[in-house]
């Protein structure tokens, strides 16, 4: 595996520890060689993840559409950064440069670009995996919610394990790098 798009909040949330989890993908990252693909931006979360990255020597490439460069203060010091047209451009940008998908904690648009990818993966557009790092119980209610989903009859039980999840960076890291992944 050489690259992982994580996806997480453009703001630091009201816990050092989702600060400190991006952190330690980060080097959960940097320590297997695998690049970071991301949003762009410099602040929250994804400023944390990306200045890690950096840090500690790997690769950066943030995604991040025009309408959005000033709001969310595009970081200028990436080894790449692409500017695109819209949101659209941007999750299929990411999505084609990464070979797996990671959710921190974020808001609605964090979900949704995991929800989106893990819509892709149920309709056979990809078989790249796809993970949350479930900092302190962030993502518990989800969680259960897709069982509560699945067990109402809308989600298959196959389609659940589609998303991987582990409250550890490098638990995660290691069974993406055992499961590998497919071109999208």
Sequence with gaps: MKSICVYCGASPGNSPLY???????????????????????????????????????GKVTGVIPHGLVERELAHRSLTELHIVKDMHERKAKMASLAEGFIALPGGMGTLEELFEMLTWSQLGFHQKPIGLINVNHFYDELLGFLQHASASGFIKPSHITLLHHADDAHALINTFCTIGATEL
């Design 19 to 57: 600060a400190e989890a991006a952190r330690q993908l980060a080097r959960a990252m940097v320590e297997t060689q695998i690049d970071l693909v991301y949003g762009g931006g410099n602040v929250g979360l994804m400023g944390i993840i990306a200045d890690e990255v950096l840090r500690l020597g």
